[in-house]
């Protein structure tokens, strides 16, 4: 079994910055891609960032310029750094990891963390 766990959500204005960590722990034999999702009140789940286990990044254009993904392997740990933040960027943040065990390969979530932008 394997455990994501988020941090580093809260409340921020307009115009501020919020840096969003996820550690990986468990029976981990390697980590594909690790991203993040957001979820606002009546909206979809939408993908935000992406980051393959080499380094390859994939954004949503609603954030690129603005979201900064990366993540360290040796922690199993993915981090989004967000600048700029506007009112629209408030949602609960997910990560998520494609985590290969012994046996299988499975798509994990963590458990969320709110994301407010409100002066």
């Known amino acids: 079994q394997v455990q994501l766990v988020e941090s580093g959500g809260g409340l921020v204005q307009p115009g501020g910055s919020l840096r969003l960590s996820c550690a990986a722990s468990g029976s981990i034999f390697s980590i594909n891609a690790m991203g993040w999702y957001r979820q606002a009140p009546g909206k979809q789940r939408e993908l935000v960032a992406a980051?393959?286990?080499?380094?390859?990044?994939n954004y949503a254009n609603s954030v690129k310029g603005r979201f900064t993904i990366s993540r360290d392997n040796a922690k199993n740990t993915v981090y989004l750094q967000m600048n700029s933040l506007k009112s629209e960027d408030t949602a609960v943040y997910y990560c998520?990891?494609?985590?290969?065990?012994?046996?299988?390969?499975?798509?994990?979530w963590g458990q969320g963390t709110q994301v407010t932008v409100s002066s």
């Open positions: 980051i393959t286990s080499g380094g390859s990044t």
């Open positions: 998520t990891a494609k985590v290969t065990e012994v046996l299988s390969t499975t798509n994990y």
